[in-house]
């Protein structure tokens, strides 16, 4: 069965750093883009980027270009979308999701991380 | 790169019909057959409805489905059922190797 299983919940202070985790299960983790979509309370979805963990080839959205960064770890099946410095209007849930390809058929979602940002 | 622009909101009766149009240009819409369609419940991760203009994913029913017509994609709910209210997000491939969202379009079953 395949499976997203993304790490739980932050509440961090403006300024700090942050880097969630997606573990993916069940099919072969390097064969399949992995995105990060952002969703702030009551809006709608936002494409952040995605990353080929076969090869660690990386594209971001503009918007978000210099913002977070993405990575993985194939070793352990694992994505991760890190923030250097938190800033209150990253507070949002963050999904990740399978894609067999860039052009983005996401197959597969985490269950979402919810982050938190207030001093 | 703009989002896709999708209407806020559409309702309609049990058993009718309803579309759902998904707005970009020739720089990802118009120009890719890589249009996708998710559908999301309150408090619940997306769903894949249709990828690739106008596919079904196994397990989705075939009252849903999808075209395109220039820098317009369109989905298609037939048979309105209670279940389907929910927000549904269009996706596209774009000229930059990158994604982008509809805004998304609030379903409401009357």
């Known amino acids: 069965e395949v499976q997203l299983v993304q790490s739980g919940a932050e509440v961090k202070k403006p300024g700090e750093s942050l880097k969630i985790s997606c573990k993916g299960s069940?099919?072969?983790?390097?064969?399949?883009?992995i995105g990060w979509v952002r969703q702030m309370p009551g809006k709608g979805l936002e494409w952040m980027g995605i990353i080929y963990p076969g090869d660690s080839d990386t594209r971001y959205s503009p918007s978000f270009q210099g913002q977070v960064t993405i990575s993985a770890d194939k070793s352990i099946s694992t994505a991760y979308l890190q923030w250097s410095s938190l800033k209150a209007s990253d507070t949002a849930m963050y999904y990740c999701?399978?894609?067999?390809?860039?052009?983005?058929?996401?197959?597969?979602w985490g269950q979402g991380t919810l982050v938190t940002v207030s001093s | 790169q703009s989002a896709l622009t999708q209407p806020a909101s559409v309702s309609g009766s049990p058993g009718q019909s309803i579309t759902i149009s998904c707005t970009g240009t020739s720089s990802d819409v118009g120009g890719y057959n890589y249009v996708s369609w998710y559908q999301q419940h309150p408090g619940k991760a997306p769903k894949l409805m249709i990828y690739?203009?106008?596919n079904r994913p196994s397990g989705v029913s075939n009252r849903f489905s999808g075209s395109k017509s220039g820098n317009t994609a369109s989905l298609t709910i037939s048979g309105l059922q209670a279940e389907d209210e929910a927000d549904y997000y269009c996706s596209s491939y774009t000229s930059s190797s990158t994604a982008v969202f509809g805004g998304g379009t609030q379903l409401t079953v009357l």
């Open positions: 069940g099919y072969s983790f390097t064969s399949y883009w």
């Open positions: 690739d203009v106008s």
């Open positions: 999701a399978r894609s067999i390809a860039v052009a983005g058929r996401y197959d597969y």
